[in-house]
């Protein structure tokens, strides 16, 4: 597979800042053109017509839903529903599960916060977390040891937000099957980066948002859950939209839809899944295999280069199928903080995390930007002696 080296595809649709070298994907990505003018659209469309043509909207939603499902290798449209954010998914199935007391679920101790609270809530409910350290050779070998018979839940990251450790969902996916463990995958920092086949690993459940690699806007996540997994979850939210027959507003009776959406209690996020559903156009288009080339590509030359830097180092696993979009590096002073505001002052979008800075560079990223970003970690770097 090619490296896209100065036009890599979808390039013309980033008209971001030359001031700026925007390497943050892992935390918020920028809009394509064209998901700004689907937003303009249909603000235009809202102001000018309101909701007359609500049926078109609803023909968007379904084309989302399409298009994630596509995105996650789902086997079917049915199997998505559309949440807030990733929070929430975890949230919902953690909440959701018939726990006993004695019951356990197994984590990692490099989580977002995010997927550790919902799990930790779980105490009061006489559940154990077991949390799986990742830092040995075999990270996958440390996450199966802990499961047992009472293991109900493995929940982790397919590559975690510090780091960028990405793990093989497959190897773990088939130990959650053959010990009868639930998978449920926070998804975030890897779907719209590399590719995702919830069937090839074995998913229970599946959570991302879509403001980082998908890049899309806050506020929409796509949830997937299988069929026998949904049934296992008791519901926690109620509302019209949920239901076998949303709309038909005079019926008492009502059953949770057989599909995720039993999931979205009320009104969807109309705007979010107009933008969405645009931004995920351009995966479409362009295809993950060359996505994911081209954010590999591109990690791969950050991670080089920055680590050949005089006091520089590298964080992030970059051997076998550890790598990801995802860059850390560690300046021997340890000031991360400073290096950051300095960075950030010099028009550099990353991040402090992980015990260094983080870097996340998507496929439309030009290797002029990358050469900027190495240029000014060197630069940032020389005001910290060590
Ligand atoms: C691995 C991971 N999970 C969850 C989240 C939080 O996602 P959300 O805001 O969609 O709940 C983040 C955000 O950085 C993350 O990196």
Not at 138 to 165: K, N, W
Not at 252 to 281: C, K, Q, Y
Not at 326 to 353: N, P, Q, Y
């Amino acid at each position: 597979m090619v490296a896209f080296r100065n036009n890599p595809p979808g390039s013309g649709e980033f008209p971001v800042d030359p001031g700026l070298v925007y390497l943050n994907h892992a935390a918020v990505a920028p809009w394509p053109v064209r998901t700004r003018d689907a937003v303009a659209a249909f603000a235009a469309e809202n102001t000018r017509s309101g909701a007359a043509y609500y049926p078109r909207w609803l023909q968007v939603e379904q084309r989302l839903r399409r298009q994630l499902a596509w995105l996650v290798n789902a086997p079917s449209p049915d199997d998505i529903a559309l949440l807030k954010n990733t929070s929430e998914g975890i949230s919902l199935v953690a909440a959701g599960l018939p726990w006993q007391a004695g019951d356990n679920l197994v984590i990692s101790n490099r989580e977002f916060p995010s997927n550790r609270m919902a799990w930790e809530a779980l105490a009061a409910r006489g559940v154990q977390v077991r949390v799986a350290d990742l830092g040995s050779d075999d990270p996958e070998a440390a996450v199966c040891a802990l499961l047992d018979d009472r293991t109900r839940v493995l929940a982790i990251s397919a590559v975690q937000f510090g780091d960028g450790l990405r793990l093989d969902l497959a190897r773990l996916g088939r130990a959650c099957r053959a010990n009868g463990t639930l998978f449920c995958v926070d998804a975030i920092q890897q779907v719209g980066a590399l590719a995702f086949d919830v069937q090839a690993i074995h998913a229970d459940f599946a959570i991302a948002d879509g403001h980082k690699w998908m890049l899309g806007p806050e506020g929409v996540a796509l949830f997937y859950a299988n069929p026998a997994a949904r049934d296992q979850l008791a519901l926690t939210q109620f509302g019209w939209h949920m239901v076998e027959h949303p709309g038909d507003y005079s019926r008492t009776e009502w059953t949770p839809a057989a599909s995720a959406r039993r999931f979205e209690a009320g009104s969807p996020n109309m705007l979010g899944i107009h933008a969405l559903s645009a931004s995920l156009s351009l995966f479409e288009e362009t295809g993950m295999a060359s996505v994911e080339a081209a954010v590999l590509a591109n990690a791969d030359f950050l991670a080089r280069e920055t680590s050949s830097l005089p006091g520089w180092t590298l964080l992030s696993r970059r051997d076998a199928h550890y790598r990801s979009g995802i860059v850390t590096v560690k300046h021997a002073s340890g000031r991360h903080a400073e290096i950051f505001r300095l960075l950030r002052d010099e028009g550099m979008v990353c991040a402090e995390r992980g015990d260094g800075i983080r870097l996340s560079p998507h496929f439309w990223n030009e290797r002029s930007t990358l050469e900027r970003a190495v240029a000014l970690l060197e630069k940032a770097g020389r005001n910290f002696p060590w």
